[in-house]
């Protein structure tokens, strides 16, 4: 999921304050995620919650793993998958022991759903589109608004290179970035280069990005969708605009199987089973998260997931699915001579 969504300043072994704790099975996650809710069908079964490790981002957790620490589970998102999984720190699923598993959104997982190794479980996802403030701009038919002088200044991108890239492969009219060639890197990273010179800053986290514009210091920005009900509650007039020319992106994070935990793999199985179980779709989209259990969320309306950001639209969508580890780090590497105005 999110590198930044629930940033942590330092990792933290823990359970949740105030609860029991299973010591059979650690959870290695961004701190929110442990939220009883969640997995309310493991606690039904076992009596009470795993326990939880916290990492503020991707790139921390695997470093933690790469050097010895031990866990049974990790949450990590699309972009990271193929990383992980060259890395010989994963282990596959049994998708035979997680019934749930054909009733996932095959586009959420990205590949035949049905055969070869699964390292990765979809859980949940969300869309990134253009969060804009209505009073100071009427509406948003192209992403290269982003590009526009007249809002110099008053610009915001998320400080996440899977992110922002989506944001630059759409405006160069690329919405599958798993086939992208070597001259469509370029034309995203020429974009965004561009973009950069009207931004007052990269947000790194929700909370900061509704701080921005709710002061006016930013009045457009490329936002997760939970931006949208946040903003909503506050009365602030917001814009969520995911049918672009170029369309939005849509991020997914999910579970995988470490090789080396010492935990009970059997509550490894139970804990996935309970993030995939549908008691588990109101409480995800509480929270602005869909659900990649595409059966359950179909109990919803389209008002019901429009109104954080999920409804169904027509315009393209990039799913940041896994790439090729080599693309990857390029875009990891650019991005970060982006910013520093190179």
């Keep these: 999921m999110r590198v930044a969504a629930f940033l942590s300043t330092a990792a933290i072994l823990t359970a949740t304050a105030g609860f029991a704790e299973d010591t059979d099975l650690l959870v290695f996650d961004y701190s929110g995620f442990e939220n009883a809710d969640f997995h309310s069908a493991y606690i039904e079964k076992h009596g009470a919650s795993p326990r939880f490790a916290f990492f503020g981002d991707e790139e921390e957790a695997f470093q933690k793993v790469r050097s010895g620490f031990r866990a049974d589970v990790a949450h990590i998102c699309g972009d990271s998958v193929t990383k992980w999984s060259q890395s010989d720190i994963l282990e596959p699923w049994d998708i035979s022991r997680i019934p749930e598993y054909t009733n996932l959104n095959k586009d959420l997982a990205g590949q035949d759903i049905t055969g070869g190794d699964v390292y990765f479980i979809p859980v949940d996802y969300g869309s990134t589109a253009v969060a804009y403030n209505t009073d100071e701009i009427e509406g948003v038919p192209s992403l290269d608004i982003f590009l526009d002088p007249a ?99 849509l991020w997914l994070c999910g579970y995988v199987n470490l090789k080396d935990g010492e935990g009970v793999e059997d509550k490894a199985y139970d804990y996935i089973n309970a993030m995939l179980d549908p008691s588990s779709t109101q409480p995800l989209l509480d929270a602005g998260y869909g659900h990649a259990n595409a059966a359950a969320m179909a109990a919803f309306s389209d008002d019901d997931l429009t109104a954080v950001g999920l409804g169904p639209i027509t315009a393209p969508v990039l799913a940041q699915l896994p790439t090729s580890e080599e693309l990857r780090n390029k875009q990891v590497e650019m991005f970060e001579r982006i910013k520093a105005g190179f």
């Design 151 to 249: 809002y110099a200044g008053r610009v915001t991108l998320p400080d996440v290179a899977a992110d922002s890239y989506a944001l630059g492969y759409l405006a160069t009219g690329v919405s599958d970035w798993t086939q992208a060639t070597d001259e469509q890197f370029e034309a995203a990273t020429a974009w965004l280069r561009q973009a950069h010179q009207n931004l007052r800053t990269y947000w790194t986290d929700p909370a900061e990005l509704s701080q921005l514009l709710a002061t006016g210091e930013v009045a457009l920005a490329w936002a997760w969708n939970e931006t949208l009900p946040t903003m909503v509650d506050q009365g602030f007039p917001i814009g969520f605009e995911r049918e672009t020319a170029e369309g939005s992106s």
